[in-house]
Each structure stands twice: as structure tokens, then as C-alpha cells.
């Protein structure tokens, strides 16, 4: 008996697109997004939401105006970083500035009250303050990774000048911490978080610190940090007020 062995093969055509380019960008969902909403959702959902709404909605800040984080620089990126240069001398600091990530933000404000639970949209992660010391050459490679990610957050005493467009790496053309160009030779003192301390968000620079302060009590993370600073705005009669004014200029 003989057996018959049938190959086949098929081809199939792809067409392939050329993608010219891949932007993103942060939608501030709100009441313009449910303008008609479900009554019988509304009532099922109505005792989970008031005992959600009784943890989240305590309100600890105000905002001049809705806030949302962009690349290269924005008002939220700026305030966040501003943040962690605020809490320092709480832990005996004396920082030159601030770096927060672009990545890590994952909500934006609305004009009027913050609530603790807008508090914990934006930093949802387990993220803790924390103080390192890099060379002012290693500040340089800092800056340069960061014009290479399109800008992060800073504060306020960093300017910076980058090189970038489209797809293309970035390039840092300029910085200034303090009004003053980097020295190579010089200490700097940096706060910021334990996830970018370790070298992430392709800042590797930060693996090459010294003198780490890390605090490790669940008080220290980030999102405590943000609630702290907007209470004590509060406190004090204060408007949050953070504003686009320079800090990355893209070129």
C-alpha cells in the first residue's frame, strides 16, 4: 500500500503602511465626556460611589487653572518637580533642583478644588522622595538624556535648551542651574524619586550618585509629598498657580 503526501502552500499579499510618526498626548475626562449619562447605571453604582467619594473627595489644594503634563516642559511637570524641591528642608536638604518624570504623571488637574483623589491619580505609584548627589558632569549627561526623552520635569532654577524633532533623538545645546553654567568639577544636590534615582526612564545618569538619602517610611511617597504641599497652600490662602516659563526650550 502506498500513502500520498499532498504539500501546499498558500501566499498571502500584505500591503505595509509607512507610520510617519507616533504622538500621544493626556485628555482631561470630566462632564464634557458624559454629557447624558445613564440614570439606572447611575443608581446601581450610587452606594459604591458614595463610599469611594468618601475617601477621594476631601479637598486638600486649588488650582488657578486646569494643569496637565506635556513634553517639553508644562505647568504640571514644573509644579510636581517644584514639589519635591519644597520638601526638602523637611528632611534637613538643601537641594540645587528638582527632577520629576513626565511618565509617572498620569492625571491632570482641573481649574478650582484638588481632592485627594486627584492627589493619587497623578502619582499612583509606590514612588518615595528621595536626595542624591551627582558631579556636574554626570548633571550634563543628565540633561542630555533628557533631551533626548524630549524634556522632563524640572524646577526652577534649571534651564535648558534642546535640539529635537520628530522621531529623532535629542540633543542638549544648553543648561544652567541657577543662572550659572554647569561646572563638570562641582557637587550638585538633586532631589527627586527612588524610580528615576535607580536609572530609570532611560536617566541612567542617576546610577552614578552618591551621598543617597532615601527614606523608606510609606509617608515619603510621592503622592503624600504632593497632598502635604497643597494643604499647606491651602493653609496659608494660597492659589496654586504653576506656569509654562522656560525651563526646557526646544529648538
Not at 542651574?177 to 536617566?203: C, E, K
Request: aromatic fraction near 8%; include cysteine; hydrophobic fraction near 40%.
Amino acid at each position: 500500500m502506498f500513502g500520498a503526501l499532498a504539500l501546499c502552500s498558500c501566499r498571502t499579499a500584505y500591503q505595509l503602511d509607512t507610520v510617519d510618526g507616533v504622538e500621544r498626548t493626556r485628555l482631561l475626562i470630566d462632564s464634557r465626556w458624559d454629557a447624558q449619562p445613564d440614570q439606572a447605571a447611575a443608581e446601581w453604582l450610587a452606594p459604591f460611589k458614595a463610599k469611594v467619594d468618601s475617601v477621594m473627595s476631601p479637598v486638600v489644594g486649588r488650582v488657578a487653572h486646569d494643569m496637565a503634563a506635556k513634553r517639553p516642559e508644562s505647568d504640571l511637570s514644573n509644579l510636581l518637580a517644584d514639589i519635591m524641591v519644597w520638601a526638602a528642608k523637611d528632611y534637613g536638604e538643601q537641594v540645587d533642583f528638582g527632577v520629576y518624570n513626565m511618565g509617572g504623571i498620569r492625571a491632570a488637574l482641573s481649574k478650582g478644588d484638588v481632592t485627594w483623589g486627584d492627589v493619587l491619580a497623578i502619582a499612583p505609584f509606590e514612588n518615595k522622595i528621595c536626595f542624591l548627589t551627582l558631579t556636574g558632569d554626570k548633571v550634563l549627561q543628565l540633561f542630555d538624556q533628557m533631551a533626548v526623552t524630549g524634556g522632563e520635569c524640572v524646577s526652577a532654577s534649571v534651564r535648558l535648551v534642546i535640539e529635537h524633532s520628530g522621531n529623532m533623538q535629542g540633543r542638549l545645546l544648553s543648561a544652567t542651574v541657577g543662572g550659572q553654567p554647569i561646572d563638570p568639577q562641582r557637587s550638585y544636590r538633586i532631589a527627586t524619586i527612588d524610580y528615576l534615582a535607580q536609572g530609570n526612564d532611560h536617566l541612567t545618569a542617576f546610577k552614578d550618585k552618591t551621598n543617597y538619602n532615601a527614606p523608606a517610611a510609606e509617608s515619603n511617597n510621592s503622592r503624600f509629598i504632593i497632598e502635604n504641599f497643597f494643604r499647606h497652600q491651602l493653609t496659608a490662602g494660597r492659589v496654586v498657580d504653576a506656569k509654562v516659563e522656560g525651563r526646557i526650550v526646544q529648538k
